[in-house]
């Protein structure tokens, strides 16, 4: 790793130590019952097609990993589903509040503090390879796409999932100049599907779903919060899907390997 990879991805452990994803969101202390059920139902409320598009009981007795875990709530939805759940996450943070999410939920997991570009695993090791939200933020995004899939088993899918530039989100942001969540971060990038198919060249086969059309936002106040909730969300997704799929926020691409 040369020298201005290691500062980034220092600094990118720095943002993520000290930046809890969704909190704004739950008046419950971190790390409480109450926190971690807020984060599920937020999570699954803007991401609704998340459980129509992941089969999260579909890997009984099967070796999930999630790389950036996070505090755990798609792990925890694997896990209740029988699979035997490793996560990883470059926060120290993120891992001290996965493991209080499993030891609420009455689950396992092996949860270990570790760089997604450097996985501490053997080849072929995992049945899936989960990374949503990961490497839009990650130093060397091809490195970690590629250890991605060197701990994958052969025939086997990884899910992975980035932000799409050509999306209404970030055509929104711009216009009404109200930043992304976590625009300051040390690194957030913004992909084309092209450009996403290209960064997943080694695998065998690629399938990119355009998904995360906008929903009601808890987050943003004011007019332009109340402009966004009443006539945005309505207005968009009354247009025909076929219309407005290719702008989606999210870019979710299952893999074989």
Known sequence: ???????????????????????????HPVGSPGFFDDLDQYHFEKLHHLPRLVAFDGYRGKRVLEVGCGAGTDLVRFARGGALVTGVDLSASAIALARQNFAI??????????DGEQLPFEDDAFDLVYAHGVVQYTANDRRLVEECRRVLKPGETAIVQVYNRISWLNALSKLMKVPLEHEDAPVLRKYSAS????????????????????VKSRLHGGWKGVLF?????????????????????????????
């Not at 939920?105 to 570790?114: H, I, K, M, S, V």
């Not at 997704?237 to 299952?254: D, I, K």
């Open 1 to 27: 790793m040369s020298p201005s990879t290691g500062s980034a991805t220092a600094d990118v452990r720095d943002y993520w130590n000290h930046h809890i994803h969704d909190l704004e969101i739950t008046s």
């Open 105 to 114: 939920q009455g689950l396992q997991a092996d949860l270990r503090e570790a």
């Open 195 to 214: 450009e996403l198919r290209a960064l997943l060249k080694d695998f065998r086969d690629v399938r990119i779903v355009e998904e995360r059309f906008p």
């Open 229 to 257: 909730n009443t006539f945005f969300v309505g207005t968009f997704n009354a247009l025909p899907r076929s219309l407005v799929r290719r702008f989606g926020w999210h870019l979710l691409a299952f893999c074989r390997k």
